[in-house]
């Protein structure tokens, strides 16, 4: 038997996934998720935001979520990052035991302005200050390059921005590199032309893809990166999601929906798909919403269809 190659899925529909809902989801709502997320063999779970209270009052629990979580028993090693916007939301992290963190500055003025309150330049220095100290910490870290594709503001990003933005984060000692579509307006060729030169000069290893499915086009992107040698991704249970700093973003990719993708084209995901519908539920649970994939509804025609070799009678 060959082995199948390894996809490493970073759930995101903690964090991005539910900073955005109109209505406050508790810890505990929060931690149902969480538990089956885990029990469906999720191993990389962006948990919480150590950001201002008041900018996404969502994740204002998040100290609380991370004791959470520290109780819950594990199956398998199972990594919980946090998204940190400065070196007090870093120290916050650490405080409250996270060893992975991630960074974020967006592609333009406008955005990080009403993202994080800073010029790139001023959010450029605090990421690069951020890396330098989870570096000297042992604290794995990762890079957000947001509005990768477009800015909610300023339209298309050019090529050459998210290659510098890269390049520098690399050079800063991120050991992961997300490229963010945050309003799910890019396309296919785009991640193309961005991957193609990164992948030729620095490996495609320490490269995610973070995709949001606004157009319907992030499976197809997600593809592309595949074709590239991308071999990360993010994506949210039932297609949560949305950054509340980004008029018109909707879902991130459905976990759902990758994980049959990548499996079905032969791909390890280490993730049980059929136990995905339990998580998308908890998080039907959480928010008060329907959710769910494209692929949802063949889940729940597949459950039928197991239920009824159960009970061969009804
Ligand atoms: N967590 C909690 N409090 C924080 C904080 C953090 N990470 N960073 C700063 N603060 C506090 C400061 O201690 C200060 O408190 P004080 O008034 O009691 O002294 C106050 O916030 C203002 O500090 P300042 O550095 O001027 O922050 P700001 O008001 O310019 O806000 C951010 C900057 C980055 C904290 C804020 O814009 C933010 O949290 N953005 C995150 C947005 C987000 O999560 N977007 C989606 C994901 S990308
Ligand atoms: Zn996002």
């Not at 592609?107 to 959010?123: C, E, G, I, Y």
């Not at 193609?196 to 499915?213: K, W, Y």
């Not at 040698?229 to 973003?249: E, N």
Request: proline share 4%.
């Amino acid at each position: 038997m060959t082995m199948r190659e390894r996809i490493y899925i970073n759930e995101v529909g903690l964090r991005d996934g539910l900073q955005n809902q109109p209505n406050p989801v508790s810890t505990q709502a929060k931690l149902e998720m969480a538990q089956a997320l885990l029990d469906a063999g999720v191993e990389y779970l962006e948990a919480v935001a150590f950001v201002h209270p008041k900018a996404v009052p969502q994740m204002a629990d998040a100290a609380e979520v991370l004791a959470g979580l520290a109780q819950i028993p594990l199956k398998k090693d199972v990594e919980i990052s946090a998204l940190v916007p400065n070196m007090r939301g870093y120290e916050r992290a650490r405080a409250n035991g996270v060893n992975s963190v991630a960074v974020v500055v967006a592609s333009t003025d406008t955005f990080n302005l009403r993202n994080l309150n800073m010029t790139t330049a001023k959010a450029t220095d605090v990421c690069r200050e951020v890396i330098q100290q989870a570096r000297a910490d042992g604290v794995k870290v990762r890079g957000y390059v947001s509005g990768a594709l477009s800015c909610p503001y300023d339209g298309k990003t050019p090529v050459d921005v998210v290659h510098r933005m890269c390049a520098e984060m690399i050079e800063f000692g991120a050991d992961e590199i997300s490229i963010g579509d945050t309003i799910g307006a890019g396309n296919p060729q785009q991640i193309n032309d961005i991957l193609g030169p990164l992948v030729q000069q620095f490996g495609p290893e320490r490269f995610n893809l973070h995709l949001h499915d606004t157009r319907g086009q992030a499976l197809a992107m997600a593809w592309a990166g595949i074709t590239q040698g991308v071999r990360r991704f993010d994506s949210s249970i039932g297609g949560l999601g949305g950054c509340p700093f980004a008029p018109g973003a909707s879902g991130n990719v459905a976990t759902e929906d990758l994980v049959y993708m990548l499996e079905e084209a032969g791909f390890d995901t280490g993730i049980d798909i059929a136990k995905l519908r339990v998580a998308v539920q908890a998080a039907e649970r959480a928010t008060g919403q329907a959710l769910g994939g494209r692929i949802l509804q063949w889940m729940k025609s597949q459950e039928i269809r197991e239920q009824n070799k159960q009970n061969p009678c009804i």
